[in-house]
């Protein structure tokens, strides 16, 4: 599945000019020949659990993922964020967003739905789960923590793969 304006973005003799190689006619024009991409253009319900929604800005059709289930509610944000500052700075600008301005609009609208809903994010380019808290008039990016086979991941350091055996367990 894929945006229709990315399609129309994307699907150009200008291909490798943007990309530096035929990438587009090489990735997923074939997946469209195929008859198995299909494109949509606004909010898509997947499934009874899965929201597929528009979030313009990196590019014209940029989406992410809703999920409902079980009570809990998770936002998979793609490329509206590339990393954790982008909450509270969401003016900061990624190098290859094509519309800054728009992103940070999506940015804002995005953060204040998954407050609301208490919502758990995830970010892109970055690892695991968080959510949005207010502190203090604004925003910011509290990583979740789970356990694993009842070993709290929290005490790992990073790169710690000395201790990986006691989650294995």
């Known amino acids: 599945?894929?945006?229709?304006?990315?399609?129309?973005?994307?699907?150009?003799?200008?291909?490798?000019?943007?990309?530096?190689y035929e990438w587009w006619c090489d990735t997923v024009a074939p997946l469209k020949e195929a008859g198995v991409l299909d494109l949509v253009t606004g909010e898509t319900k997947f499934n009874s659990e899965l929201n597929i929604i528009?979030?313009?800005?990196?590019?014209?059709?940029?989406?992410?993922?809703?999920i409902n289930s079980g009570g809990e509610t998770a936002y998979i944000m793609g490329d509206v964020f590339h990393g954790p500052a982008q909450v509270t700075e969401t003016a900061w600008s990624f190098r290859f967003d094509m519309d800054p301005e728009q992103t940070e609009q999506t940015r804002n609208k995005m953060l204040d739905r998954a407050h609301q809903e208490d919502a758990a994010i995830a970010?892109?380019?970055?690892?695991?789960?968080?959510?949005?808290?207010?502190?203090?008039g604004k925003r910011y990016?509290?990583?979740?923590?789970?356990?694993?086979?009842?070993?709290?991941?929290?005490?790992?350091?990073?790169?710690?793969?000395?201790?990986?055996?006691?989650?294995?367990?």
């Open 1 to 20: 599945m894929a945006h229709q304006a990315d399609w129309d973005t994307f699907n150009t003799p200008r291909d490798s000019e943007i990309f530096g």
């Open 54 to 66: 528009p979030t313009p800005g990196h590019t014209p059709g940029s989406m992410s993922l809703i």
């Open 141 to 169: 990016w509290q990583a979740l923590y789970v356990q694993l086979n009842g070993f709290d991941l929290r005490q790992l350091e990073p790169f710690d793969r000395t201790r990986m055996s006691e989650v294995r367990a």
């Open 123 to 136: 970010i892109c380019h970055h690892s695991g789960f968080g959510r949005v808290i207010r502190e203090s």
